[in-house]
C-alpha cells in the first residue's frame, strides 16, 4: 500500500512538471503562426518574450563538425571566432568517444528576428531528436517537409525538394538501411513531442539556446566618442598638477587595495557556478509564474551588466551576488519588479564607485502554480 502511494505521488509530481514546462514552450510552424505548449490550434503572437521558443526546420540550416576540444568553455571560445556571421548559432555536445559533435544552425532572416522573442531559442531538429527514439522519421507540416535519421548518438536531416522528394532518396542521403520503416509525424503529433523533447535536452543545451538581450536603438557612438574625447583632454590637461601632488597618496592607496584586486581575479573563476546554479534552479522552479519571474529577474541583471558569482533560491526566496557599477540603482530595479515581494541587501556594499561588490536577497510572491 505505501509502495504505491509513493508511485502515484511521483507521478502526481512528475505530471505537474511536464504541465508546467509544456505551458512555457512555444513553437513558429514555417507560415509564423505561434503554438502553445501542446496545443495543435495556432495562438496570437504573445507581447513578451516567451521562456522558450522552438524555431521549424524552415528558419535554418544545419551542419554538423568534429572537435577534440575536451573543454566546453574552450571549444565554445573556438567557435565564437570562427563564426562567420551574426546569423549563426552553435550547439555543443557532451564529450564522447574523444570528440564534442557540434550542431551549427545559420539562421534565415525570418529566424534572425525570432530571437528576441525568447528568452531561450533552441532548433526543431535538435528538440525532436531528444524526443524520438531511434529511427526514420518523415516530419509533415503544413506544405513544409523533412526527413529525420535519428541514431544513439547522432541524427541527420533533409529538407524535401525536387531531388529528395521522397523517403527512399532520403534514406539513401542520410546513410539509413532500407530496411527501416518510415515514420510519419504530422502537426497534432509536434506539440508533445516538442515539449518532451525540450524537457529531456536539460540544462545543457538551454544554456546554449539562451539570447541576450538586444535593443532597436541605433546609439550615436561617434560624436558621443568625440565629445568625451574632448572632455577627457580638458580634464586631463587641468588635472595634471594635482595629479602630480597625489601621486604618493595614490600609491598608499594601490597598496591598500592590493587584496581587494587579487579577490577580484580570484571571483572571476567562480562564474563557472552560475551555470550549476542555473540546473539547480530549473529542479526547482516547477511553477510556470515562478519561472517566468526567475527570468525576468535575470534579465534585468543582464541589463545592468552585472558581473554574476551566484544566484541560489527555493521559489520563494532568491539571493544574487556579483559586481556592478552601481548595486544601489540594481537594487532598485529589482525592487520595482512586480513580483518581487521585496529586495534588500544581505550584506554592505563594498568597493568604490567603478565597481561594487553586492550580495542581495529577494522575496518573491507566491502565485498560483501552472497545472
Given at each position: 500500500?505505501?509502495?504505491?502511494?509513493?508511485?502515484?505521488?511521483?507521478?502526481?509530481?512528475?505530471?505537474?512538471?511536464?504541465?508546467?514546462?509544456?505551458?512555457?514552450?512555444?513553437r513558429v510552424n514555417?507560415?509564423?503562426?505561434?503554438?502553445?505548449?501542446?496545443?495543435?490550434?495556432?495562438?496570437?503572437?504573445?507581447?513578451?518574450?516567451?521562456?522558450?521558443?522552438?524555431?521549424?526546420?524552415?528558419?535554418?540550416?544545419?551542419?554538423?563538425?568534429?572537435?577534440?576540444?575536451?573543454?566546453?568553455?574552450?571549444?565554445?571560445?573556438?567557435?565564437?571566432?570562427?563564426?562567420?556571421?551574426?546569423?549563426?548559432?552553435?550547439?555543443?555536445?557532451?564529450?564522447?568517444?574523444?570528440?564534442?559533435?557540434?550542431?551549427?544552425?545559420?539562421?534565415?532572416?525570418?529566424?534572425?528576428?525570432?530571437?528576441?522573442?525568447?528568452?531561450?531559442?533552441?532548433?526543431?531538429?535538435?528538440?525532436?531528436?531528444?524526443?524520438?527514439?531511434?529511427?526514420?522519421?518523415?516530419?509533415?507540416?503544413?506544405?513544409?517537409?523533412?526527413?529525420?535519421?535519428?541514431?544513439?548518438?547522432?541524427?541527420?536531416?533533409?529538407?524535401?525538394?525536387?531531388?529528395?522528394?521522397?523517403?527512399?532518396?532520403?534514406?539513401?542521403?542520410?546513410?539509413?538501411?532500407?530496411?527501416?520503416?518510415?515514420?510519419?509525424?504530422?502537426?497534432?503529433?509536434?506539440?508533445?513531442?516538442?515539449?518532451?523533447?525540450?524537457?529531456?535536452?536539460?540544462?545543457?543545451?538551454?544554456?546554449?539556446?539562451?539570447?541576450?538581450?538586444?535593443?532597436?536603438?541605433?546609439?550615436?557612438?561617434?560624436?558621443?566618442?568625440?565629445?568625451?574625447?574632448?572632455?577627457?583632454?580638458?580634464?586631463?590637461?587641468?588635472?595634471?598638477?594635482?595629479?602630480?601632488?597625489?601621486?604618493?597618496?595614490?600609491?598608499?592607496?594601490?597598496?591598500?587595495?592590493?587584496?581587494?584586486?587579487?579577490?577580484?581575479?580570484?571571483?572571476?573563476?567562480?562564474?563557472?557556478?552560475?551555470?550549476?546554479?542555473?540546473a539547480q534552479l530549473?529542479?526547482?522552479?516547477?511553477?510556470?509564474?515562478?519561472?517566468?519571474?526567475?527570468?525576468?529577474?535575470?534579465?534585468?541583471?543582464?541589463?545592468?551588466?552585472?558581473?554574476?558569482?551566484?544566484?541560489?533560491?527555493?521559489?520563494?526566496?532568491?539571493?544574487?551576488?556579483?559586481?556592478?557599477?552601481?548595486?544601489?540603482?540594481?537594487?532598485?530595479?529589482?525592487?520595482?519588479?512586480?513580483?518581487?515581494?521585496?529586495?534588500?541587501?544581505?550584506?554592505?556594499?563594498?568597493?568604490?564607485?567603478?565597481?561594487?561588490?553586492?550580495?542581495?536577497?529577494?522575496?518573491?510572491?507566491?502565485?498560483?502554480?501552472?497545472?
Open positions: 500500500m505505501a509502495a504505491a502511494t509513493s508511485t502515484n505521488t511521483k507521478l502526481t509530481l512528475r505530471h505537474k512538471l511536464y504541465g508546467s514546462t509544456a505551458a512555457l514552450v512555444w514555417q507560415q509564423g503562426q505561434w503554438f502553445q505548449g501542446e496545443s495543435a490550434k495556432p495562438s496570437p503572437p504573445p507581447k513578451r518574450r516567451v521562456a522558450c521558443l522552438v524555431l521549424a526546420r524552415s528558419f535554418y540550416q544545419e551542419s554538423w563538425q568534429s572537435f577534440t576540444i575536451r573543454s566546453f568553455s574552450g571549444l565554445r571560445k573556438v567557435l565564437k571566432q570562427k563564426a562567420a556571421n551574426s546569423s549563426q548559432q552553435h550547439f555543443i555536445g557532451p564529450w564522447q568517444d574523444g570528440q564534442r559533435r557540434v550542431l551549427t544552425l545559420t539562421l534565415s532572416d525570418e529566424g534572425q528576428s525570432l530571437l528576441s522573442r525568447a528568452f531561450v531559442v533552441l532548433p526543431e531538429s535538435l528538440v525532436l531528436s531528444a524526443a524520438l527514439t531511434e529511427g526514420f522519421y518523415q516530419i509533415e507540416s503544413g506544405e513544409h517537409c523533412y526527413f529525420l535519421f535519428n541514431q544513439e548518438q547522432q541524427w541527420q536531416t533533409a529538407v524535401r525538394s525536387s531531388m529528395m522528394r521522397d523517403a527512399q532518396r532520403a534514406q539513401l542521403a542520410l546513410g539509413s538501411p532500407s530496411s527501416n520503416s518510415v515514420t510519419a509525424i504530422n502537426d497534432a503529433q509536434l506539440g508533445p513531442l516538442i515539449t518532451r523533447g525540450v524537457s529531456k535536452l536539460g540544462s545543457h543545451y538551454w544554456r546554449q539556446g539562451w539570447q541576450k538581450s538586444a535593443s532597436n536603438t541605433t546609439f550615436a557612438w561617434q560624436p558621443t566618442l568625440a565629445v568625451i574625447a574632448a572632455i577627457g583632454g580638458i580634464y586631463l590637461a587641468l588635472s595634471s598638477g594635482y595629479l602630480m601632488l597625489e601621486r604618493s597618496w595614490l600609491n598608499h592607496k594601490l597598496e591598500a587595495i592590493t587584496p581587494e584586486v587579487s579577490e577580484l581575479l580570484t571571483r572571476q573563476n567562480e562564474l563557472a557556478s552560475v551555470s550549476e546554479s542555473i530549473s529542479q526547482v522552479y516547477v511553477n510556470a509564474d515562478t519561472i517566468n519571474g526567475f527570468w525576468e529577474v535575470f534579465a534585468v541583471i543582464e541589463q545592468h551588466q552585472v558581473s554574476l558569482s551566484f544566484m541560489q533560491g527555493d521559489g520563494k526566496q532568491l539571493s544574487v551576488g556579483g559586481q556592478t557599477e552601481s548595486a544601489l540603482e540594481l537594487l532598485k530595479t529589482l525592487h520595482a519588479l512586480p513580483q518581487v515581494e521585496k529586495a534588500e541587501f544581505a550584506t554592505p556594499v563594498r568597493g568604490g564607485s567603478g565597481q561594487q561588490r553586492f550580495r542581495i536577497d529577494l522575496s518573491l510572491l507566491q502565485q498560483g502554480g501552472g497545472q
